[in-house]
């Protein structure tokens, strides 16, 4: 029995993919008894005979205050096959984001340059190439707006450290609750109105396509905002 309030997406005997709710951790830590990663290895140990040798791996990551679909593994070589498939850029990752502000363009592409500040734990923005930077590029296209905030629908072309919420702020347009990034208007505690809404590839092992979709969160800020959602 998967944990209550988690949410499975797709499970099939290669993946399985769940609903990350913000303000979880992802990835499995020392410190740390539940997150994501520990969640799905307990819930797939709990099916098996032999729980000890089951294996759950994670190919990609979703940021703690991140919403969304998180894509795990059950098979070692399955991992390896998503991991190349991330890599090449072959999994369509499709994020849904509210922002403090209409952006200036209906649509468009942003391309920067970012810098990871170790220190300070985040993502910092260059118009031009530098030294330890690396190339960032997502595509956008507004969607709707209220007194709350713009709906952008985000593609991710690349998947860079704390990409969409540097290059949204750099274009004053930071995501709703992301004070790290200069938000002003408040969401929830360690979250932020970032939204992983869709997951699109060639399943790895059966080679068929496969599209994974996360509903929104249920709460006041983003159920406006369902009647505008494919």
């Given at each position: 029995?998967?944990?209550?309030?988690l949410?499975?997406?797709?499970e099939?005997?290669?993946?399985l993919?769940i609903n990350?709710p913000?303000?979880?951790v992802?990835?499995?830590?020392?410190?740390?008894q539940r997150?994501?990663e520990?969640?799905?290895?307990?819930y797939?140990?709990s099916?098996e005979?032999?729980?000890q040798?089951c294996?759950?791996?994670l190919p990609?990551?979703l940021?703690?205050?991140v919403?969304?679909?998180v894509?795990f593994?059950?098979?070692?070589?399955?991992?390896?096959m998503?991991a190349e498939?991330?890599?090449?850029r072959?999994?369509s990752k499709?994020y849904?984001a509210?922002?403090?502000h209409?952006?200036?363009?209906?649509?468009?592409?942003?391309v920067?340059w970012?810098?990871?500040?170790v220190?300070n734990r985040?993502?910092v923005?260059?118009?031009?190439?530098s030294?330890?930077s690396?190339k960032?590029?997502?595509?956008?296209?507004f969607i709707?707006?209220?007194e709350?905030?713009?709906?952008?629908?985000?593609q991710?072309?690349t998947?860079?450290?704390?990409?969409?919420?540097?290059?949204?702020?750099?274009?004053?347009?930071?995501?709703?609750?992301?004070?790290?990034?200069?938000a002003?208007k408040?969401?929830?505690?360690?979250s932020?109105a970032l939204?992983a809404g869709?997951l699109?590839?060639?399943?790895p092992?059966t080679?068929?396509?496969l599209?994974?979709?996360?509903p929104l969160?249920?709460?006041?800020?983003w159920?406006?905002f369902?009647?505008?959602?494919?």
């Amino acid at each position: 029995m998967f944990p209550a309030g988690l949410e499975i997406l797709f499970e099939d005997k290669y993946l399985l993919a769940i609903n990350k709710p913000h303000g979880m951790v992802t990835e499995r830590d020392a410190h740390l008894q539940r997150t994501l990663e520990s969640l799905a290895l307990r819930y797939v140990q709990s099916k098996e005979k032999y729980p000890q040798k089951c294996f759950i791996g994670l190919p990609h990551r979703l940021d703690r205050p991140v919403s969304g679909v998180v894509l795990f593994a059950k098979k070692k070589s399955v991992l390896k096959m998503l991991a190349e498939l991330f890599s090449k850029r072959e999994i369509s990752k499709t994020y849904l984001a509210l922002v403090e502000h209409r952006p200036p363009e209906k649509e468009g592409e942003l391309v920067h340059w970012l810098v990871k500040d170790v220190a300070n734990r985040k993502a910092v923005v260059r118009a031009q190439e530098s030294a330890g930077s690396v190339k960032a590029i997502l595509q956008y296209r507004f969607i709707t707006e209220n007194e709350s905030g713009a709906l952008l629908q985000i593609q991710l072309i690349t998947g860079k450290y704390h990409q969409i919420r540097a290059q949204l702020s750099h274009i004053g347009c930071p995501v709703i609750g992301d004070a790290y990034y200069g938000a002003s208007k408040v969401y929830k505690e360690n979250s932020i109105a970032l939204h992983a809404g869709k997951l699109q590839l060639i399943h790895p092992a059966t080679h068929e396509p496969l599209e994974i979709k996360a509903p929104l969160p249920d709460d006041e800020l983003w159920n406006f905002f369902k009647y505008a959602i494919d």
